[in-house]
């Protein structure tokens, strides 16, 4: 159920509707934006009227939310999510880049990816301390050790940080440090992991899993905003296909297709969604085209010896040019970069 509130409609008013939806059985969720409150209520699956809430004082207008999903719903907030992380925003007019290697090596490396990443342009910097690997013999990641000097970089360029959490035990740990929380692939439909995310007031990046349709990506991100966390941006980073040429198949239709269906911001992650250094740029280009409201790139100073991911990670050239590409075609559509 989602109730539109009149403009200027007081808090009085806005109170009592909420009352009458929790006498209704609806756990309530309010969305204030610049003209109206919006209330969206998660609840009831019996019929009811609509007009019982239509005609209480204040009330614009009434609407049953028909899509599994409710509170990520487009319709919950129809002018979009804009998440400000320190000065920040992300899901507004402006492209904001999050970019650096896969994984946090040494102190070197990550103070090189540092001021890489910054001098191109990126506001986030990448780097996972806790690396999920398909073998267990390779590199797992330094751990907190490779947050405090990831923390360290960031700070000397005042970029904001990005890092995976693996498992509702790693929360205290990666919000000391980190200001985005990452869910990997892997855990998207981790809804223990998900269930910890929504009590928590950090802002999350949860990515598409490797074989996931869009409204499963939605109702996972429904699972934080249930629980109260309603700062989530969704990432496409490609889905698992029959095609064998790139390492997954990035789905540039999943941006215009999520923009349409939810408020939440959207970024493209094309390092993952190709697993090819030579085709990482193409993608980017194309997803801020299609409407992504950022990118997630992996770079690193020499990464063809880089400890994961090398082969899908740009030179530090590659992703100035890469910069300076997705500034124009920012430009084109009517955003800033």
Same mark, same amino acid.
């Given at each position: ?37 919006? &209330? ?22 009434? !609407? ?6 409710? &509170?990520?719903?487009? !319709? ?38 540092? =001021? ?64 985005? &929380? ?23 990046? &949860? ?96 990464? =063809? !010896? ?32």
């Amino acid at each position: 159920m989602l109730v539109v509130m009149q403009e200027g409609a007081s808090e009085t008013q806005i109170e009592n509707v909420i009352d009458r939806l929790v006498e209704m059985g609806f756990t309530v969720h309010r969305s204030t934006g610049v003209r109206h409150t919006v &209330l969206g209520g998660v609840g009831p699956k019996d019929d009811f009227d609509p007009a019982e809430l239509e005609v209480l004082e204040g009330v614009k207008e009434c !609407h049953r939310i028909v899509s599994a999903y409710k &509170l990520a719903s487009r !319709h919950f907030r129809p002018g979009g999510t804009v998440i400000n992380i320190r000065g920040v925003d992300i899901g507004g007019p402006t492209l904001v880049c999050m970019a650096g290697p896969c994984s946090i090596e040494s102190a070197q490396q990550i103070e090189k990816a540092a =001021d890489i990443v910054a001098s191109a342009g990126a506001r986030v910097i990448r780097g996972g301390a806790f690396k999920p690997r398909s073998s267990p013999y390779s590199f797992q990641g330094l751990g907190e050790q490779g947050l405090e000097l990831l923390r360290k970089a960031a700070d000397r360029r005042e970029l904001l940080v990005i890092s995976e959490v693996m498992d509702q035990t790693q929360i205290p740990l990666l919000a000391q440090y980190s200001d985005i &929380l990452q869910v990997g692939a892997r855990n998207m439909q981790n809804f223990n992991l998900l269930r910890e995310l929504g009590k928590i007031r950090k802002p999350v990046l &949860l990515k598409r899993g490797i074989a996931a349709t869009i409204e499963e990506l939605l109702l996972s991100a429904e699972y934080m905003m249930s629980g109260g966390n309603y700062e989530i941006m969704l990432c496409e980073r490609g889905i698992r296909t029959f095609e064998t040429s790139t390492r997954n198949t990035m789905d540039i239709a999943a941006m215009p297709v999520l923009k349409r269906l939810t408020h939440l911001p959207v970024i493209a992650d094309p390092s993952h969604g190709t697993g090819r250094r030579e085709y990482v740029v193409p993608m980017a280009r194309a997803s801020v085209a299609a409407g992504a409201d950022g990118l997630l790139v992996e770079v690193h100073h020499d990464p =063809d !010896h880089a400890w994961s991911d090398g082969a899908q990670t740009l030179r530090p050239d590659q992703f100035a040019e890469m910069m300076q590409q997705v500034r124009a075609i920012a430009g084109a559509i009517g955003r800033a970069a």
